[in-house]
């Protein structure tokens, strides 16, 4: 299970040397890349983009050409995130559309994504993942049987996000839902600690950002530039290395922790 550190400072991929997950919203209008000098992943920023304006200002044009410069130029790119259109009811009521909806365009977006990439060699090789969505486990029993009627095996793909989780907080109820399509390769997007413990055996991947939450209630900083701690990549890596050895002593089993 590969765990990568979400993080708000795109310089941190060449410095932090560990895998990130960096969003699209950080990272576009930038004049110049950091060059990665480790593997990351690229979130599209789809739920604050949605969030803000219900709907999606950036198109699917604008995306694919962001990615093919951020693999060109930052390097170490191994999956993209979707425009997935994610399905808490605040986001629902910032769209003003149902959850099938949201189920529809999720695939058709993929569809796009795909298509227009696959159409530059350069970046033919960037796997723009499926995410598998909902509210309640029928909602993703639907979006997951919708996705064979787009022409997508989810049992084939490398990898497919599970989204709608990162804000919940029945961890109990994600556990469920994750342990009804275990069979996939799963990256859990946003997934707290206390899920990790409970399910991270079940998960590929997983990503979190929670440090620098906590970080806010860390003060003072560790030098005295800092007022606290939640823009310190000191106190992320050490964060991330406290997340490792409790999902590690959650789940001995493992051959091979997060890393």
Not at 3 to 22: C, D, I, K, M, Q
Not at 128 to 150: A, K, N, Q, S
Not at 161 to 182: D, M, N, P, S, Y
Request: charge should be positive; aromatic fraction near 10%.
């Amino acid at each position: 299970m590969r765990f990568y550190l979400g993080v708000h400072h795109p310089n941190w991929l060449s410095t932090a040397g560990v895998p990130l997950f960096v969003s699209h919203r950080r990272l576009a209008g930038r004049k110049t890349m950091p060059r990665a000098h480790a593997p990351w992943a690229l979130d599209s920023g789809g739920f604050t983009e949605l969030s803000m304006h219900g709907r999606w200002l950036t198109t699917p044009v604008e995306y694919v050409r962001a990615i093919r410069r951020y693999a060109c130029e930052i390097g170490r790119l191994e999956w993209v995130a979707p425009q997935d259109w994610m399905c808490e009811p605040g986001i629902l009521a910032a769209t003003g559309l149902s959850v099938n909806d949201h189920h529809h365009r999720t695939c058709e977006n993929l569809a796009t994504l795909r298509t227009l990439l696959a159409r530059t060699p350069v970046t033919a090789d960037v796997n723009v993942i499926p995410v598998l969505t909902g509210w309640t486990l029928r909602d993703f029993e639907r979006h997951y049987t919708m996705w064979g009627r787009y022409g997508v095996d989810l049992e084939a793909e490398p990898l497919v996000g599970l989204g709608t989780v990162c804000r919940r907080q029945h961890t109990a109820e994600i556990g469920h839902i994750v342990k009804t399509f275990a069979h996939l390769n799963l990256h859990g997007f946003g997934v707290k600690i206390g899920g990790l413990e409970r399910y991270g055996d079940r998960l590929l991947s997983a990503d979190s950002m929670a440090w620098s939450y906590a970080g806010r209630r860390t003060f003072p900083g560790c030098t005295p530039s800092h007022k606290n701690e939640a823009n310190c990549l000191r106190f992320a890596l050490a964060w991330r290395e406290r997340l490792l050895a409790t999902v590690a002593d959650a789940h001995p089993d493992l051959q091979e922790p997060l890393f």
